[in-house]
């Protein structure tokens, strides 16, 4: 039996940034494997699963592209001064949450570490009014520093390097749950499958390098030119400071964007196959860029019909992401409903159609 919680554990505590995928990928293949008839790889390093659908009229059959990505935002080594090691941001790491965090130093081999800085004592009464900048941030691996020359190199990787950690009720927080908890779901969406008949092929992809430019589900797109893809990714859910207009809330279904980046009869099939089987759903108002492979996965070829499925979480982009774990389970098995409503006319009917006569806006005279 799939066992979610496990399944996630293992995602988020392994180490993989942006740019540097590999491991990651290995235990998503490793998870995929059997659910899947075949993978393959694409040249930027995203793993794509390919699950065929059952024969149909229509040769060859539709695809549909699911598209979550593996990488983690983390830092590199910019500088080696005495033993300590200065860093520098890869995408989006927040210097006001470094500060006492475990990492990981990605060397010759890895060395645990710990983010430090200036004691508060020795500070101006200016400097205790801020936060520390990336540049006055060091780790310490706790060697003398000739060792610590033959071990690390500038540019070598630093993540952060915590355990995930089990809240009350079903939710959970650790690192990199942007976006594996959407890996998760996916791979939930997989093993349902399992007990389902879908006639369109499934194109599961765990995409590289979103978090650096949404580079991997460009590429992948391209690859496999699917009929109509949707993306997986996170979302604000409410928390102090947060404005509760940006948010879903955690425990109330995924949520599912609406604006110029998704395909609005897409957007409706979903709500409807969600209704038909009592899946709480939440809308997600975003008026432009959505910052996701959608982003990117839309404008790919001649244009892809395109929508957006998201975990409400907590803490974005720090050591302490947090959701819910029914989310995650209402997602992965809305996307295997979905994918077995999926017929040879779906296509169709999602079509634009354009009304010359009603498609003119009314100009005041």
């Not at 235990?27 to 008839?37: F, K, P, Q, S, Y």
């Not at 779901?185 to 399992?194: K, M, R």
């Not at 989310?327 to 779906?346: H, K, N, P």
Request: proline letters at 6%; one cysteine or more.
């Amino acid at each position: 039996m799939f066992d979610l919680k496990n399944h996630l554990k293992t995602l988020v505590e392994a180490h993989a940034p942006s740019g540097h995928e590999a491991p990651l990928q290995a235990i998503v293949r490793e998870a995929w494997t059997g659910l899947v008839d075949r993978f393959e790889t694409d040249k930027l390093g995203s793993l794509i699963s390919i699950k065929n659908g059952t024969p149909a009229k229509d040769s060859p059959r539709r695809k549909i592209m699911l598209a979550a990505h593996v990488d983690e935002i983390g830092m590199m080594v910019r500088d080696i001064v005495d033993g300590f090691i200065y860093v520098h941001r890869i995408s989006g790491v927040d210097n006001r949450v470094m500060l006492a965090q475990p990492v990981l130093v990605h060397g010759k081999r890895a060395l645990p570490g710990i983010v430090a800085a200036v004691p508060p004592h020795l500070l101006t009464e200016e400097m205790r009014k801020k936060y520390p900048s990336f540049d006055e941030l060091v780790v310490d691996v706790g060697l003398p520093a000739d060792e610590v020359n033959q071990l690390v190199q500038i540019g070598d990787l630093i993540t952060v390097d915590v355990p995930m950690m089990e809240l009350m009720g079903k939710r959970v927080a650790g690192k990199a749950m942007d976006d594996r908890a959407c890996v998760a779901a996916v791979t939930a969406c997989l093993h349902h499958l399992q007990t389902m008949k879908h006639v369109w092929d499934v194109y599961a992809v765990a995409t590289v390098q979103e978090e650096t430019g949404l580079r991997g589900a460009a590429v992948s797109a391209h690859l496999i030119q699917p009929d109509v893809a949707i993306a997986l990714d996170v979302t604000f859910a409410p928390q102090p400071g947060v404005n509760n207009d940006v948010t879903n809330e955690m425990g109330g279904g995924p949520g599912i964007g609406i604006g110029p980046n998704f395909h609005p009869k897409l957007f409706d099939r979903i709500k409807e196959v969600a209704q038909a089987n009592e899946i709480k759903i939440q809308n997600d108002i975003i008026p432009g860029a959505s910052g996701t492979d959608a982003w990117t996965i839309q404008v790919a070829l001649e244009g892809i019909p395109t929508a957006l499925l998201e975990i409400p979480l907590r803490s974005m982009h720090s050591p302490v992401e947090t959701i819910d774990l029914r989310d995650v389970e209402r997602c992965g098995r809305l996307l295997a409903l979905f994918i077995a409503s999926l017929d040879a006319e779906f296509l169709a009917a999602i079509e634009w159609k354009v009304d010359s006569e009603k498609s003119k806006l009314e100009v005041p005279s």
